[in-house]
């Protein structure tokens, strides 16, 4: 019987490496052998997940998070192409700031020197607004040129393109499919975890969708907000996309072909899938979503929380439920002996 375990991180609590180091002991102690893998979606942590993969870093340059403290970036060569991790500089652990005080122009500094960009893990909601001021779009309020941020949008009354606007060759990775705009918008399904509520919700989408009106009256092709992907990283994906001219791309699917798991993942018997919080987002663009998709044995959810509304996506689910937050390796320790009863059988 064959075996292979795939962790995700689970957010706020253990780190990929952290959740496959309980499950493994845990199997080491009971006999049972496993193939290990962490996984990511080119999200947060993805730095720390390629290498551990071994992809090699190309080189470490200094930049300005969000919140102006200046940190030390690794950018890491994937196949020749130099990649960059964004929430290393946007990341909802960057700070503990509100979010409509934020905004992405912090990621100027770097994208020059980079070829792929990995979007995700974000605690920015500004549809990338605040990249593209830096970026040869200017925002007037009342002809006064602005720093665009949520908590500033309504006072936004024009956009100009000035001569130092050029589109990117980029490959940019999202990593969820979710629009920035729309039904089910990554502003409405992604806010609450950035610590909006609904009244915020609802007036940063609605003075991002009038900031881009705005925009489009500059481009004979209008951008579109409900494009899949735009979403990722508070609308960064949207700004990359549909106003850079980058190229959006599955983060799930670039990691899941550079690490070379594409061709192992049906090797097994069994997979064991770890992550925080199983829910809809998990199967838009998600890891293990692509994982599901694409696996055709036994298998079984052992994480955090599962909240989707299908029960039969996998075999079984084990999970450490709300007492996972305070004691996460003794829940997740918990949870993985109850599926080594049933796989043992």
Do not use: W
Request: include cysteine; hydrophobic fraction near 35%.
């Amino acid at each position: 019987m064959n075996i292979a375990v795939y962790s995700d991180k689970f957010s706020g609590t253990l780190s990929a490496s952290e959740v496959i180091e309980v499950v493994k002991e845990s199997f080491e102690n009971n006999s049972i052998k496993a193939s290990y893998f962490p996984v990511t979606d080119a999200g947060e942590d993805s730095s720390i997940i390629f290498k551990q993969h071994g992809i090699k870093v190309e080189k470490t340059i200094s930049a300005e998070d969000l919140s102006g403290f200046k940190k030390e970036i690794e950018l890491l060569n994937v196949s020749g192409d130099i990649f960059f991790e964004s929430s290393l500089l946007i990341g909802i652990n960057n700070t503990n700031g509100d979010t409509r005080d934020l905004n992405t122009a912090c990621l100027s500094e770097i994208i020059e020197s980079t070829d792929v960009i990995g979007l995700g893990g974000s605690k920015t909601n500004d549809g990338g607004f605040g990249l593209l001021s830096k970026m040869g779009v200017d925002f007037f309020s009342d002809n006064k040129l602005i720093e665009p941020k949520p908590n500033n949008f309504e006072k936004i009354t024009s956009v100009e393109i000035n001569d130092q606007f050029k589109k990117l060759n980029k490959k940019v990775l999202v990593d969820t499919s979710i629009p920035l705009m729309g039904n089910r918008s990554a502003i409405e399904i992604f806010g609450p975890q950035k610590g909006l509520d609904v009244e915020s919700i609802n007036k940063i989408s609605s003075n991002i969708k009038r900031i881009i009106r705005l925009i489009a009256n500059n481009f004979e092709t209008k951008p579109d907000p409900t494009k899949e992907g735009t979403g990722a990283a508070g609308g960064l994906g949207f700004a990359f996309s549909e106003i850079l001219g980058c190229n959006l791309v599955s983060g799930a699917e670039y990691f899941l072909e550079k690490s070379g798991l594409e061709e192992k993942i049906n090797s097994y018997d069994i997979s064991i899938l770890c992550e925080g919080r199983f829910d809809k987002t998990s199967m838009e663009g998600k890891i293990l979503g692509q994982i599901l998709k694409k696996n055709k044995g036994t298998m079984y959810f052992l994480g955090g929380i599962y909240d989707h509304e299908d029960q039969s996506i996998f075999e079984n689910i084990y999970e450490c439920g709300e007492k996972g937050l305070n004691n996460p390796k003794k829940e997740l320790l918990s949870a993985t002996n109850k599926l080594i009863s049933q796989i043992k059988i």
